[in-house]
């Protein structure tokens, strides 16, 4: 039977990923790349950003073979010129860090809200739904922030992690660019990546005091 909890899921995870997204796009902008202004690509709307299996049928499978306690997943990567930038040196990388910071940053606000605001009031509002649905997008943000710093190619920790490599590897870096998605759902669906799942439930606790 279909779990109506996958909706919120995918909704909050689609924004999520979508605000991500976002500020690749506008780091980028500010830095001089237009790029993804061009192309329509700094909205909230979500079907430019949409990606099928990234933002739907991957979350919907992680769902259901982890019974909800690990989900994740992506929107289309926002188109970006890194030759457009004013700053060469840094630029890549800002820009790199600017997705996973604003998933951290939606966490910590959401979880602040946990825990400052009395729960007394949460149920007032919506019978304590709310804070259950606040409890979600602290989590989806947190695992999406931990997961995109991982340094495997599409995720934004494989930049940062190439920014510093020695020139001397760069063959590594062929080879991961070019096997990347493989390597990463190999370690999504062998289990390898369930330390994810311990480091986002501290963080949780850590921000609310759950």
Known sequence: MFDPIIIFYLIILLFSVIIHELSHGYVANSLGDPTAKYAGRLTLNPLPHLDIFGSVLLPILLFISTGGSFVFGWA????????????QTWGELKVSIAGPL???LLAVFFGLLIRFIPQEFFATLSGSKLGEIFLLVVRLNIMLAVFNLIPIPPLDGSWIFFKFLPDSFQKARAFISQYGIIILMFLLFSGL???VNYLVAYLVRLITGI
Do not use: G, I, M, T
């Not at 289309?76 to 700053?87: A, C, E, G, S």
């Open 76 to 87: 289309k990567p926002v188109p970006v010129n890194p030759y457009n930038f004013r700053d």
């Open 102 to 104: 604003s998933n951290l």
């Open 193 to 195: 990546l369930d330390w």
